[in-house]
């Protein structure tokens, strides 16, 4: 194997690491990988490679600081948005992963935590996610945010705080997910509002973004406003549907009674719904597969029970 091949060999074993550490800071995965692309270029253009000590490090610095940079110019995108904007979704084959890995949620991507960290100033969230959740040491991700240690350690300090505020409690294992979400499309499909709601927290969201490109729903807040919602669009069945895993977590891919591809998630806390977001912007749903059309008598939960 040349130099070359072993170099291209030991990226790509880190490419997957690299990408979550670019999409969980930036929530897109187009930005993501290209800042991922711009490590690897900046690698091979590295005068003194054999003076990197440890790769995987090497390239998390380098990717964090690229993602960090191209978050300051997503969010002042973010600011000119149509509408409420929700990251990028992650949208795999139920069955893409081994069981064993699917034990607990991915909380490195969830949508809930990616949601929180929007309120996170730029080298907040870095902080907070290069240490807490990739476990970089404080050192390392200094020289990503270009503060002391000390500094550092208070923004992780400061954004722990806001996440622990915003993620959920309680969160649920796959098994738990799939058996609530399963209860309370039983109960859209048989129109028990009752049941619905009580499966939906309290202060269940729901969360619509299209971008301007397609009609999104409205925020919507409460229980009993987001299950009549919910009844509502049962009452039209989309054309097709399938289960995935959307950013970890059992979700839906569908195509509305419209023809427009929706990405919808679920956020669970203590046994309950607390939110729901429908991602139905096309610039963010390029890469993700159409469901096939549904069969006679299909029911747009169906895929659920």
């Known amino acids: ?114 949601i929180v960290l929007e309120r996170l100033s730029a080298p907040e969230r870095t902080a907070f996610l290069l240490h807490d959740v990739f476990s970089m040491p404080f050192e390392e991700v200094a020289r990503v945010v270009g503060r002391s240690p000390a500094a550092v350690r208070q923004l992780a300090s400061r954004a722990r705080a806001h996440v622990e505020q915003g993620r959920p409690r309680f969160p649920p294992t796959q098994r738990e997910q799939r058996e609530v979400i399963a209860a309370f499309a039983a109960a859209a499909q048989a129109g028990d509002l009752n049941r619905l709601i009580g499966l ?18 409205p925020l919507e807040r409460g229980a009993a406003n987001v299950a009549l919602r919910l009844l509502r669009l049962a009452d039209r069945p989309p054309l097709s549907a399938r289960m995935a895993l959307v950013n970890g977590a059992a979700g839906m891919v569908l195509r509305d009674a419209d023809g427009v591809l929706t990405v919808v998630s679920f956020t669970i806390d203590a046994g309950r719904i607390v939110a729901i977001d429908a991602v139905r912007n096309p610039d963010k749903l390029s890469r993700v597969a159409r469901p096939r059309l549904a069969r006679p008598g299909y029911h747009p939960f169906m895929p659920f029970t």
Do not use: N
């Open 200 to 217: 939906l927290d309290p202060g269940v969201v729901w969360r619509g973004d299209g971008g301007g490109k397609v009609p999104a729903a």
């Open 1 to 114: 194997m040349t130099g070359d091949e072993a170099l291209t060999q030991a990226f790509e074993a880190e490419r997957p690491r690299l990408l979550r550490v670019a999409y969980a800071t930036v929530g897109s995965l187009a930005d993501a990988e290209d800042c991922v692309q711009e490590a690897w270029l900046r690698l091979r253009r590295h005068q003194d490679r054999q003076s990197i000590q440890d790769l995987g490090a090497w390239l998390t610095t380098t990717v964090g600081r690229l993602a960090l940079d191209s978050l300051g110019s997503a969010r002042a995108r973010r600011e000119r948005y149509v509408g409420p904007w929700l990251p990028e979704p992650l949208v795999e084959d139920l069955d893409a992963r081994d069981p064993a890995d699917q034990v607990t949620l991915d909380e490195s991507v969830s949508m809930a935590l990616l």
